[in-house]
């Protein structure tokens, strides 16, 4: 292995340009310009431009990527995507006005997805493919709609637990605690996922009185009446300041995480090697070349997926939750073929997400195969069981990297290694391999032994420090900021080191930070403002959000006023208004009727069901459905038998030894 770089600077040549236009524009443009070192080009065969403009230069284009601030065919910005997407509804106090999503994190997401999109048309492109002229738009409100989505479940979920809460998640998600308490020098996200957790946060706050009693024994049931644990909880904290509780949370296996600014983080080097250039975040990955060259993978994929542009792209999924399985997704619905390896004793535990108090009332084997956020985040893939921990398990893995261009894996930081599929293992199995790593620190972190959920990750990244209520922190404890973040770098980054690979013939090992991916949204400069944006209460139709042009807000009289009355101000200043929508509202809001979110499906299980869709249009209609999620192990016998040419009787000695196979009824 060779030393890390902040970027990947062989994949592209002149392949995209960006054209100058909207603030989505612009971040798609830096980070490019992060990843390969270089400006974009002026002029490209695909050209990431401004939605509702037109040049010479994407006239030519056979691939065009139109960023629309707001939404497609809207004018406006990221104010009012935040506000029309469900997002800004469950950002702040109850009895309170709602908060905007701050520091452009509507435009720069767009402008990440934007990158995106052109690195698989380029693939596309540098595969033999390309011809006839394509056209993709991505909206900040469709971005914000789908991570609402995929992040509230079912619609009595929405309807439940989508909501303002303060500091706090409604009911902490169903498991005490969850969200942001108040210390002595600031504020910490703690969570508690299991019984587990809440015995080791207990140990880490050095096991007070009042929780060692009855009534505070059990996290499922506090979390249904957490008034008094609450403040219980608070009081405690207040005898800490974050840096010791972070210390305690280390040492007990805790998941509590100071709330950071980021430049509070990078003065604790939470973040690692030269991330903070000048006072400003790099790109989140740390990216080794591996030694050697090699071929990437050129077996034709068995989902059929001939006009997609990732076709010929296989990939391995090693991750569970969220984070990693969306890279995943993302892969999968631009056409690659992503193979999701669990096992039996291990499976990704987002097959239960929304059924946990189903255990035990119904069978097992069907539990596991029922959520419907697992079915929208693992769609289009195929699923293979494979014990990892025993010998023959990790042979298979090294084999199956040997036949593909890129691995993807979420585990903690060591893991892999541990289990015998370290970098240079990997890449000696295949030099051309591209493996992303996505724990939640990052290699080389001096936290890198945390134990991560989303929460404390964005918590420390410094992002969650921007959600304020004039000086009170509030954070977005319900709308998820960390997993659909990482996730968007992460799909960059395997994409841009696959192009990498296929110019140069060498792969790379890629090491993603969770945590620093928050910083890196947070933390990039935003150019000045144009317009004035924030949310004032009409008679009729509850809160509304204002996008005004910065010299003429102040004449905005909204008191007494109805929606059409304050919509006709607004637009008489040259400014914009929209109804702050709840999530579930948002099924039928003209801002979503002309492209609908959801992906009809056929699951072996449950049935018919509307999944997520993912948030890009391609020439006006989402990307489609080519499979349903996988059950868990179906395809064992196609991975083993057509990809890797493995003979009858070591594929019934691998079962027989529980190796692969799918778990009993």
């Known amino acids: 292995m060779t030393q890390s770089t902040r970027g990947l600077h062989k994949a592209f040549g002149q392949g995209i340009g960006v054209a100058s236009g909207n603030r989505s524009v612009i971040y798609a443009a830096h980070w490019l310009k992060l990843l390969s070192g270089a400006e974009a080009a002026p002029k490209a065969r695909i050209m990431i431009i401004a939605g509702g403009t037109d040049s010479a230069e994407s006239t030519a284009a056979d691939c065009v990527i139109r960023l629309w601030d707001f939404q497609v065919g809207r004018a406006g910005g990221g104010a009012l995507a935040s506000a029309v997407s469900g997002a800004s509804a469950v950002i702040g106090h109850a009895d309170k006005t709602p908060l905007l999503l701050p520091a452009d994190l509507p435009e720069k997401w767009c402008g990440v997805y934007g990158v995106i999109l052109a690195l698989a048309e380029l693939w596309r492109r540098r595969n033999g493919g390309g011809g006839r002229r394509i056209v993709y738009d991505v909206s900040a409100a469709d971005i914000l709609r789908s991570f609402s989505l995929q992040n509230a479940g079912t619609h009595d979920d929405m309807v439940k637990n989508w909501r303002p809460n303060g500091r706090l998640c409604v009911e902490h998600g169903g498991i005490f605690p969850m969200g942001f308490f108040a210390c002595r020098d600031g504020h910490v996200a703690i969570l508690g996922r299991s019984r587990r957790d809440w015995r080791n946060i207990r140990k880490a706050l050095g096991d007070p009185e009042w929780a060692r009693a009855k009534e505070f024994e059990n996290p499922f049931t506090i979390a249904l009446d957490s ?20 210390a305690h949370g280390l040492k007990h296996g805790a998941v509590i995480a100071p709330v950071f600014t980021t430049e509070q983080a990078h003065e604790r080097n939470v973040f690692r090697e030269n991330f903070i250039d000048d006072g400003a975040p790099a790109l989140p990955f740390l990216v080794t070349a591996n030694e050697g060259v090699g071929e990437p993978n050129r077996i034709t994929p068995s989902i059929a997926a001939a006009d997609a542009p990732l076709a010929g792209m296989r990939c391995i999924e090693l991750c569970w939750v969220w984070s990693g399985p969306m890279v995943g997704q993302i892969l999968a619905d631009l056409g690659a073929q992503v193979i999701k390896i669990e096992s039996h004793g291990r499976f990704d535990l987002y097959r239960t997400r929304g059924l946990e108090n189903e255990r035990g009332q119904m069978p097992e084997s069907t539990r596991i195969e029922s959520s419907q956020q697992f079915h929208s985040l693992n769609r289009n893939k195929i699923g293979m069981t494979l014990d990892l921990k025993q010998d023959a398990g990790l042979a298979i893995a090294r084999q199956l990297a040997g036949e593909s261009d890129v691995l993807i894996e979420n585990f903690t930081v060591g893991t892999m290694a541990r289990l015998g599929l370290g970098p240079g293992v990997l890449a000696e199995a295949n030099p051309a391999l591209v493996q992303l790593s996505m724990s939640g620190p990052g290699k080389g972190s001096s936290v890198q032994e945390l134990r991560s959920y989303g929460l ?12 304020r209520d004039g000086e009170e922190f509030l954070g977005s404890p319900t709308f998820s900021l960390s997993d659909p973040n990482a996730a968007a770098f992460g799909a960059m980054a395997a994409l841009a080191g ?25 933390g990039t400069a935003t150019p000045p403002a144009d317009n004035h944006d924030m949310i004032v209460t009409s008679v009729d139709r509850g809160f509304v959000a204002l996008s005004l042009p910065t010299d003429s807000h102040e004449a905005m009289a909204a008191a007494g006023a109805s929606f059409a009355e304050i919509a006709a101000r607004a637009r008489e200043l040259g400014g914009h208004a929209v109804a702050v929508l709840d999530l579930p509202q948002t099924a039928d809001a003209d801002e979503f009727a002309d492209c609908s979110g959801w992906l009809p499906s056929t699951h072996p299980v449950t049935g018919d069901e509307m999944l997520v869709a993912a948030p890009w249009r391609v020439n006006g209609r989402r990307a489609g459905l080519r499979k349903p999620a996988p059950l868990l192990g179906e395809s064992d016998d196609y991975v083993l038998r057509r990809i890797l040419s493995v003979a009858d009787d070591e594929i019934e000695a691998l079962a027989e030894a529980k190796v692969t196979g799918r778990p009993a009824s």
């Not at 620093?516 to 949204?521: H, L, P, V």
Request: aromatic residues 2%; glycine residues 8%; proline residues 0%.
């Open 456 to 467: 404390v990750l964005s918590a420390l990244g410094g992002v969650e420090a921007l959600i």
């Open 227 to 246: 008034t008094k644990a609450d403040r219980l909880l608070e009081e405690t904290l207040a005898q800490f300041e974050r840096d010791e509780l972070l």
């Open 498 to 522: 696959a192009l990498a690979a296929k110019v140069g013939g060498s792969g790379s090992a890629i090491d993603l930070s969770q945590i620093e991916a928050a910083a890196t949204i947070a």
